[in-house]
C-alpha cells in the first residue's frame, strides 16, 4: 500500500533527502552513469537478466573508456542484485557510475536504496547524470493535514506537513476548571461556565477556519482531547461546514500541548493511510459516473491525447502504472493548458480497474470533443 509522506518515518525521510543530495551533485564525463528502478512486486532476477543483456548492447559503444565504464558498472550491479532473494517491498533504486572528474581515470561507485515508499516506475537508462526524479517526489509534500488539540482550559492548533508537525496557534478559555462550593447557586455557576465553554469553541473554531478555510492542500482535519469537550466542539462550535466534513479522525487524549498534537498524529496513523485511498477512489469514481452519464465528456486512452491538444481537458488522471516518459510528456501538455492532474495507484481494486480499462489515462473535458 502506497503511503504519503505524512507517514515516512522521519529519519528515512532525512536519509532519502541526503541521498537525493548526493546523487543529484554527480556528473558524468560522459554518458555513462546508469540509472535503475525495480518497482515493488517486480521479478528481481528477470531485471537482473535484462541487465545482463544490456551489456551485449555497450558493447557498440564506440569510446572505449566509456564502454568500460558502463560495462564494469552493469556487472556491479548484476553482482549485488543476485544477492537479493526477491525485490525489496518497496522497490529498488540503484546508481551506479564513474564518478572520477579525471579523464581516463575509473572511481566506480554503486548505491542501492530501498525507498520509505512504494516505487511504481520500472527504468534503466545510462545518462551523464543519474536520474533521481522519483525519489524527489517522494521528498515533496503533496498534502497537509489541520490539527486540533483540545479541552474546555486551552486548544492548540497546528498543521502536519510532510512528517514536520508545526505549531499554528495557541489559546486559552478562562473557563474554571472545577466548580467552587458555596457562593453562587451550582446551577449559576454551571450556565456561566458552560456559556464561556461554547464562546470558546466559537472562537478555536474561528480560528481554525482562518487557518484552514483557504489552504489548498488541506486533505483532512484530526481533532483530539477528553471526552466529552472534542465532541462538545464539534457539535457547538459552529465550524464552518467545508472544515467540518474534512474531519477524518477523532482522537481521545489527555494532553493539548505540542505533545498532544503529536500524540493525535500518531494515534492517526491508519486513519490518514485510509485517507489517501479514499481520496484515489473518489477521483476514480468521478472520472467513472462522468464517462458512464456522458461520454462526450469523458475520455481515455488515445483520446486524451486529442483532447489535450484543443485544451479540452478540465482533470487529467494518470496512473501511477504508466511508464515515466508517458507521464511527463502528459504532465507538460497539462499543465501548458491548466488541467487539474491527480494520479491514481494500483493499489486497489479501483485502480487496477482504471488502468485496465484507460491504459493508464483519462481525462475529465471542460467541454465535448466534436
Known sequence: ????????????????IDLVQTISAIK?????????????????????????????????????QVRSNVIDA????????????????????????????KEGEQDLKLWMYEPPRLLNIKLYRCDQEFIIDPLKEM???????????????????????GNNIKVLQKLTSGVPGKIKAGGQSSQRFHRITEGLAKEFYRK???????????????????????????????????LVTKLKEKIIAIKDLG????????LLVEDSRDDLVE????????????????????????????DVLIALERGAVDTLYISKKLEKSAVEEL?????????????????????????NLTKGVGAILRFALE
Open 1 to 16: 500500500m502506497e503511503v504519503y509522506n505524512t507517514v515516512i518515518d522521519p529519519k528515512k525521510k532525512q536519509e532519502l
Open 28 to 64: 558524468g564525463r560522459h554518458t555513462e552513469l546508469v540509472t535503475v528502478y525495480i518497482p515493488g512486486g517486480a521479478n528481481i532476477n528477470l531485471t537482473s537478466n535484462q541487465l545482463d543483456s544490456e551489456r551485449s548492447t555497450a558493447e557498440n559503444i564506440k569510446s572505449k
Open 74 to 101: 552493469l556487472n556491479m550491479i548484476v553482482r549485488e542484485l543476485k544477492k537479493y532473494k526477491q525485490t525489496p517491498e518497496n522497490g529498488l533504486a540503484i546508481f551506479c557510475g564513474n564518478i572520477s572528474d
Open 139 to 161: 521528498t515533496s509534500v503533496d498534502a497537509v493535514y489541520g490539527l486540533l488539540v483540545i479541552d474546555r482550559q486551552a486548544a492548540m492548533i497546528g498543521l502536519l506537513e
Open 204 to 238: 478555536v473554531a474561528e480560528k481554525m477556519k482562518d487557518q484552514f478555510f483557504d489552504m489548498p492542500k488541506l486533505k483532512g482535519i484530526l481533532i483530539g482531547g477528553p471526552i466529552p469537550t472534542k465532541e462538545d466542539f464539534i457539535d457547538e462550535g459552529n
Open 255 to 262: 494532553y493539548v500541548d505540542e505533545h498532544g498534537l503529536e
Open 275 to 302: 485517507q489517501e485511498l479514499t481520496i484515489e477512489k473518489n477521483h476514480v469514481k468521478k472520472f467513472f459516473e462522468t464517462l458512464g452519464k456522458d461520454k462526450k465528456m469523458a475520455v481515455y486512452g488515445k
Open 331 to 355: 504532465e507538460k501538455r497539462a499543465n501548458n493548458i491548466g488541467s487539474k492532474i491527480f494520479y491514481i495507484s494500483v493499489e486497489h481494486t479501483d485502480g487496477e480497474q482504471f488502468f
